[in-house]
């Protein structure tokens, strides 16, 4: 087996890099839709209070070759299709101002201080725990439970179209979520609770059960312990009722084997999992998290599990780097996965266990390309020196082919000029 990659297409050009280098202009999401490839485009700054922000939308009829810019979609049209025929979604949800609920000063907390008590609507309570970000931001953990009622729902939002549907119907599902922790980030921002949704992306198990993956918040209640921890955890979770609740499977927590994992990152957060023609599900992790320790990379790690998803193995270093790794599973049964920062880079897997992958292949380089801005740069810094968000996204386009969609900031356009571009490429799997 080998890969074949395909020349760059252009979706879309943005602003230049020395406009906004960062948060606009990045993170496609792609869909297959009735013959058709779309990609909605985030083009809003990227933090807490804008993630469900209206985005761009594009479309390709000739498999990726040239794009034009349409009226927005619902994306739930173009969801994950459940064996019913439902197709589902779960939209981007942006954070909650909480400025005018009073917090208590620390001088509260005395020995008679109930940690389990439910705050009254308009309080919060003590938070569980406190962790920083290096731009002053400070990130205050609450367990769900502790929070006034109108706050401490376990519940997702998400758009369903029902079979034979042409309009879909918002729905509040129930999640089921040991410890579920909100945090609420003060000081560079006004008391904003952060949402809860899933990050991940919905896949379809061999059962015709629904998972999706998702994270912590920054900072959680660890399940095992009760106690505290100030880094990320990954989340999977299982519906067996046509995705009308979710159920939490596994928690995957970054401190559970001592000391072994390299704590100057920010633990598990953004997961991608995939299940394999042996019946094991493999499960990949991000570590790296610049606002906990100012580097942008760190390595991604692997684990297993042989008895659908309750117990894993120990997770173990895949690569040197790994923002956002995703993966899809093509028809003749090769599963590609795509990772990042600094470069981008993509693997596959023919065994159908998960073990043995293809060398990677480097679609975009993992050294400096500042040299490519618009300006000289003489000391950039690291979003500089990548110049790029590196948060590719892949999607099965056949049985044999993939495409990749990512971002660089010094594509050129007519005239030369580096702009922020969302691109593709094709990924072929060949075989002898």
């Given at each position: 087996?080998?890969?074949?990659?395909?020349?760059?297409?252009?979706?879309?050009?943005?602003?230049?890099?020395?406009e906004d280098p960062w948060g606009s202009w990045q993170f496609p999401h792609p869909y297959k839709a009735e013959g058709r490839l779309i990609v909605s485009v985030h083009v809003s700054k990227d933090d807490i209070t804008s993630f469900g922000n209206p985005q761009r939308w594009y479309e390709s009829c000739d498999r990726g070759n040239t794009w034009k810019e349409i009226e927005p979609?619902?994306?739930?049209?173009?969801?994950?299709?459940?064996?019913?025929?439902?197709?589902?979604?779960?939209?981007?949800?942006?954070?909650?101002?909480?400025?005018?609920?009073?917090?208590p000063d620390w001088g509260m907390q005395t020995p008679a201080y109930d940690f389990k008590k439910q705050a009254n609507e308009g309080t919060l309570p003590l938070p569980d725990g406190m962790t920083y970000w290096l731009d002053g931001t400070v990130i205050k953990a609450y367990k769900a439970e502790r929070l006034p009622k109108s706050l401490a729902k376990k519940e997702w939002q998400m758009e369903r179209l029902p079979k034979g549907n042409t309009e879909s119907v918002s729905e509040n599902i129930p999640v089921e979520w040991d410890c579920l922790t909100r945090v609420v980030y003060t000081n560079t921002f006004d008391n904003v609770l952060k949402?809860?949704?899933?990050?991940?992306?919905?896949?379809?198990?061999?059962?015709?059960?629904?998972?999706?993956?998702?994270?912590?918040?920054?900072?959680h209640i660890n399940p095992e312990t009760g106690l505290y921890t100030p880094y990320y955890s990954a989340e999977l979770f299982r519906s067996d009722d046509n995705a009308h609740s979710f159920k939490q499977i596994a928690h995957m927590e970054y401190e559970?084997?001592?000391?072994?994992?390299?704590?100057?990152?920010?633990g598990f957060s953004d997961s991608d999992f995939e299940f394999m023609e042996d019946g094991s599900i493999i499960w990949f992790f991000r570590t790296a998290w610049a606002m906990y320790t100012g580097r942008e990379w760190d390595p991604m790690y692997m684990s297993r599990s042989e008895d659908m998803g309750k117990t894993w193995s120990k997770p173990i270093k895949f690569a040197h780097t790994g923002i956002f790794p995703r993966m899809c599973k093509l028809g003749c049964g090769t599963v590609i996965l795509c990772y990042a920062r600094p470069g981008m880079f993509v693997?596959?897997?023919?065994?159908?266990?998960?073990?043995?992958?293809?060398?990677?292949?480097?679609?975009?380089?993992?050294?400096?390309?500042?040299?490519?801005?618009?300006?000289?740069?003489?000391?950039p810094n690291f979003h500089q020196w990548d110049g790029s968000c590196n948060?590719?996204?892949?999607?099965?386009v056949d049985d044999n082919t993939a495409m990749i969609f990512y971002s660089d900031f010094y594509y050129p356009?007519?005239?030369?000029?580096?702009?922020?571009?969302?691109?593709?490429?094709?990924?072929?799997?060949e075989k002898d």
């Open positions: 087996m080998k890969l074949k990659i395909g020349e760059e297409r252009v979706i879309t050009r943005g602003c230049r890099p020395e979609e619902n994306p739930a049209r173009f969801g994950a299709l459940l064996p019913s025929g439902d197709r589902i979604y779960f939209p981007p949800q942006s954070g909650v101002s909480l400025k005018d609920y009073k917090m949402p809860v949704f899933p990050k991940g992306e919905i896949k379809i198990a061999p059962d015709g059960s629904a998972w999706i993956s998702s994270f912590s918040g920054e900072g559970a084997d001592g000391h072994e994992y390299p704590y100057q990152s920010g693997t596959a897997c023919d065994d159908g266990k998960g073990i043995e992958w293809t060398k990677p292949i480097m679609i975009m380089t993992d050294g400096d390309r500042s040299r490519l801005h618009n300006l000289k740069i003489t000391d948060n590719p996204t892949i999607i099965a356009d007519d005239e030369g000029v580096k702009r922020k571009t969302i691109l593709c490429r094709t990924i072929m799997v």
